[in-house]
């Protein structure tokens, strides 16, 4: 049995897996996708803590091999459901049933869609949520990049590096990203801002993506863009479905907990982008994973 169960193996999920196999208690992670989460799409992080410069990828890795390396053991397998015993949970995945004493909810959250009608059909076929990991095949290429957010200014600076063109369309006429990575987009001789547009068409020939239809917020003017790619980058949304019943979820399916990382439910903890909270970056998910681990333990000690 291992004592603790962590659920997402994302920096949240990660960095409880260290804290507790430093406390003396054996952590298993599971992870349905591939370990590191979303940062494994950021093209370079800047501020993460006496770390200058890293990839995503790289950052992903080495809190990976971290935590292995402590002792926690990490299978790659879904989590279907979670059952509270008591004094012992029962984890059920798609390939096994497993017990502990303790679990972490830290499941991350998912790319939001535009929910266009064609926009599943063309994934792969110049739609995409990762500029880091499809960015390359549209080298030379005009593309564009939807969102006003951090990744959606990342993914652009990423994309106007080797694509010929790159538009940024964002249904506002601010970005609530940070204002320093703002000002280095706006430097960019091959970057266009589309400022108070929604992306609300998709055009294609041949099955892929020729083209974006964009509609002014103000006016309702629609105009067209041609574009080979569109990157995606309008936020994430939580799962936690699968664990309502051992966690409150709000309204917008965030699991309800505060910085204790407790969700009011003895032995049932969360950590990460998945908890209801203000500020969603790598050192707060870093943070909740410690904090959660750590109130993990407590419990256990008092068993
Ligand atoms: P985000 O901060 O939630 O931004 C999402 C953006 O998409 C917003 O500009 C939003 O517009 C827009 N949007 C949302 N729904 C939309 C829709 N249906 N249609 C059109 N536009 C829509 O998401 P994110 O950029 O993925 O970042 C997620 C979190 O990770 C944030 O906390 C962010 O700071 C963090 N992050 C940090 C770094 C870093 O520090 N290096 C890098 C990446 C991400 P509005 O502005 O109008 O709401």
């Known amino acids: 049995m291992a004592d603790i169960i962590i659920v997402g193996a994302g920096p949240a999920g990660l960095t409880a897996a ?6 003396g208690r054996k952590a298993l992670v599971f992870e349905a996708a591939v ?44 989590v279907i459901s979670v059952t509270d015993n008591g004094s012992s949970k029962t984890v059920k995945t798609d390939n096994s049933e497993y017990e502990c004493k303790a679990v972490i909810l830290a499941t991350g959250a998912k790319n939001r869609t535009l929910g266009l009608e064609n ?22 290429k005009t593309v564009a990049v939807a969102g006003g957010g951090n990744t959606a200014i990342e993914d ?14 964002h249904r506002r006429d601010r970005f609530r990203a940070h204002e320093a990575e703002v000002a280095k987009l706006k430097g960019r001789e091959n970057v266009e801002l589309v400022l108070n547009k929604n992306v609300t068409a998709l055009k294609e020939d041949g099955g892929r993506l020729c083209g974006v239809e964009v509609t002014d917020k103000l006016t309702g003017e629609k105009s067209e863009l041609a574009v080979a790619g569109l990157f995606v980058a309008i936020g994430q949304a939580p799962d936690n479905t699968p664990f309502e019943n051992v966690a409150t979820l709000d309204n917008g399916g965030y699991i309800v907990a505060g ?21 969603r970056q790598l050192t707060t998910a870093a943070s909740d994973g410690a904090a959660a681990a750590l109130a993990a333990c407590s419990y256990i000690d008092s068993l």
Not at 123 to 130: R, T
Not at 259 to 279: L, M, N, P
Request: aromatic share 12%; glycine share 10%.
């Open 18 to 23: 260290i804290y507790a196999q430093r406390a």
């Open 35 to 78: 370990y590191g989460g979303q940062i494994v799409n950021t093209p370079e992080i800047e501020n993460y803590p006496a770390i200058k410069k890293i990839s995503g990828f790289e950052f992903a890795t080495a809190l990976y091999e971290q935590a292995t390396s402590l002792g926690a053991e990490v299978k790659m397998e879904r």
């Open 119 to 140: 926009e599943k059909a063309l994934i792969g076929k110049g739609v995409s949520y990762c500029a880091t990991c499809d960015g390359m095949f549209f080298r030379g």
């Open 156 to 169: 652009a600076l990423f994309l106007s590096n080797y694509c010929e063109k790159v538009y940024i369309i």
């Open 259 to 279: 910085e204790d990382c407790k969700t009011g439910i003895a032995g049932i903890f969360t950590a990460g982008d998945c908890r209801t909270k203000q500020v």
